[in-house]
């Protein structure tokens, strides 16, 4: 039953940290590094924060076995769910958000519960999906733009100030090499330069004007979830289920309930990341989260997430989405035409899934 559970360490991680490296070195290069000032870095973590919070679901989502096609549309919804509440409904920021999060996952409850029960496949159902939240965001949005509050705005341009960053960077780090000590080999290995990341990744922030409140959204998410898929039950049925789903459902394995929780946890993230978005951008249009699916689901199949299933992380998926908002990131200060962007993302995400496929006929 976990036999699918824990990915192997393999040449393709290594091979994703350089192909960034590389990624990165050109666009260096190339914009005389401007890519690599501290604004621009802070804008590019900014950026990628919300295709990473929906990559981090669609990992979970992905290792099962199954697919959501409606995340864009839904987190597009639930960002102008939210502003209208805070704007037009005058409710507090806080009860806003709730019911954006709350909402978020009814839809992706009625989602999995459709997906696991009438066994519709998940392609079919989260497309419709994906229509009906189309829709309903040009309905209750009427077609025009509606801009949030203030403290609204701040969930997506904020910085935790400099020295709070300091502090908080230098506790993770501290903790980590307080656990390093007591490890030994590639884990204790692994702790300090994780801890080495995390005070570099501090620096570069603070060099501008300090870690972005989405960021720290974002970490305190994949944590939480990289926690969920590895350390619970519910998560190491997702592996068995994705790896083998006959053998899981002899084990005893719930794929009802199992899928219909994926699915929420995944409208869950949609309604953070809709409120995130929503933020970042200054407001609520009624094309707001558009072809977000597609790059949540190339952040985490690049990351090493298996399509397949039973296979994949939650940091990979981060990785994967750095890849990606790296590319848009750089093209854009390179005045590069607009067609660029999907026919280089499209070509990278076709050859991370025949490495995949390649990677499995050798195993």
Do not use: H
């Amino acid at each position: 039953m976990t036999a699918g559970r824990r990915p192997r360490p393999s040449w393709r991680a290594l091979t994703l940290a350089f192909a960034l490296l590389l990624i990165w070195a050109v666009f260096l290069a190339a914009t005389g590094g401007t890519f690599a000032s501290a604004r621009n870095l802070a804008l590019l973590a900014r950026q990628m924060s919300v295709t990473a919070l929906l990559a981090v679901g669609m990992v979970l989502v992905i290792v099962t076995g199954e697919i959501d096609l409606s995340v864009g549309a839904m987190s597009g919804l639930l960002g102008a769910v939210a502003t209208i509440a805070s704007v037009k409904a005058g409710w507090p920021l806080a009860a806003a958000i709730a019911s954006a999060l709350a909402l978020g996952a009814a839809l992706g409850l009625a989602q999995g519960t459709i997906v696991a029960r009438l066994r519709v496949p998940s392609f079919i159902v989260t497309l419709g999906g994906m229509l009906v939240f189309q829709g309903t965001l040009l309905g209750i949005t009427g077609g025009i733009s509606i801009s949030p509050g203030g403290a609204f705005l701040r969930i997506g341009q904020a910085y935790l100030g400099k020295g709070a960053g300091w502090a908080l960077a230098g506790a993770l780090a501290a903790a980590l090499l307080l656990a390093a000590a007591r490890d030994s080999g590639s884990a204790r290995g692994r702790r300090i330069l994780l801890a080495g990341a995390i005070l570099a990744f501090a620096a570069l922030m603070n060099a501008y004007a300090g870690i972005p409140l989405p960021v720290l959204l974002l970490a305190a998410v994949a944590a939480a979830f990289s926690t969920i898929a590895n350390r619970t039950p519910f998560g190491r049925r997702l592996y068995a289920i994705g790896g083998n789903r006959e053998a899981a459902r002899y084990s005893g394995v719930s794929f009802e309930r199992s899928v219909a929780g994926v699915f929420t946890l995944m409208g869950l993230l949609c309604g953070a990341a809709g409120v995130v978005l929503t933020a970042r951008v200054g407001s609520a249009t009624s094309d707001a989260g558009r072809l977000m699916e597609l790059d949540s689901i190339a952040a985490a199949v690049i990351g090493g997430t298996s399509l397949l299933g039973g296979r994949g992380t939650v940091w990979g998926a981060l990785l994967g989405a750095l890849v990606m908002s790296s590319l848009d990131n750089g093209m854009s200060l390179m005045n590069t035409e607009p067609y660029w962007q999907p026919v280089l993302k499209g070509t990278i995400l076709v050859a991370a899934v025949a490495a995949d496929v390649a990677g499995r006929r050798t195993a």
